[in-house]
């Protein structure tokens, strides 16, 4: 079972952050400082970084390219060492890029794969360690519902997505039984930076703090998937076990795409 972290209990816990500079990232960084927690806060660009931790005297700024595997070793330990440990790990670093099947660009979806899943990888294997030997703490893995079933102009993003959340399934399996929470997050539509170019409409969507606080409610409720906003993430999650004859046509009136 995932562990409930009720909203006093933040206090003091440790907090990594890998992509911390804007979006879903810096608001739960917000949320969880204001809360007492000590947080890492790790992404490439340092100015977004140095900025919150100017307001916030327990956060400490690490940048990081987590596309960059060679960066994570030193970046791990010094997270690890910052604080003394770590309690939670939060990989929420993303890459969007709308593209369709004839503007196919092989580079492109090189890129996103390498942020969006194999930095995850990456990252796991330098902290999982540590919090398997302490037998406690947690990792969060931010997916999207765009990981639940094939959309329009998602070629790569979705399947990257779709990964994530069949990584964090498995996780699970391993590192619950010793003490390690997986905490899965499926948002729906958040006005982000990624998210400021769409040229479609986007139902349901919420502000980077109310992300963040569903994420910090879903841990107080030790749920492994977290996701929001309910009535359209509920309606994705249906949508995904619909019969493809069906399922198909629903989209295309859904997106006009």
Do not use: C
């Not at 958040?190 to 992300?211: C, I, K, Q, W, Y």
Request: net charge positive.
């Amino acid at each position: 079972m995932n562990e409930r972290i009720a909203s006093e209990h933040w206090a003091g816990r440790r907090v990594w952050i890998i992509g911390a500079s804007s979006g879903i990232g810096e608001a739960l960084a917000r949320q969880l400082l204001v809360m007492g927690a000590y947080v890492v806060l790790s992404a490439r660009r340092r100015e977004p970084l140095d900025a919150l931790a100017g307001v916030f005297g327990q956060a400490r700024v690490l940048p990081l390219d987590a596309s960059d595997r060679g960066q994570w070793r030193a970046a791990a330990a010094e997270a690890q060492s910052v604080y003394g440990g770590l309690d939670l790990v939060v990989f929420v670093a993303g890459r969007y890029e709308p593209q369709r099947a004839w503007e196919l660009d092989t580079e492109r979806v090189r890129a996103s794969f390498e942020l969006n899943v194999l930095s995850v990888y990456d990252g796991l294997a330098q902290v999982l360690p540590q919090l398997i030997e302490q037998g406690s703490g947690g990792v969060m893995l931010v997916a999207s519902v765009s990981g639940y079933t094939g959309l329009p102009k998602a070629l790569a993003y979705g399947p990257t997505k779709a990964a994530l959340i069949n990584l964090a399934e498995s996780l699970y399996f391993d590192l619950a039984p010793l003490g390690v929470s997986v905490y899965l997050v499926n948002p729906g539509f958040v006005a982000t930076p990624m998210t400021r170019g769409n040229d479609f409409p986007m139902p349901g969507l919420v502000s980077p703090a109310e992300a963040a606080q569903a994420m910090v409610k879903g841990m107080a409720e030790g749920r492994f998937e977290i996701r929001f906003p309910k009535r359209f993430t509920w309606a994705m999650r249906l949508l995904s076990r619909v019969p493809y004859r069906w399922r198909f046509g629903l989209l295309h009136r859904m997106t006009g795409l």
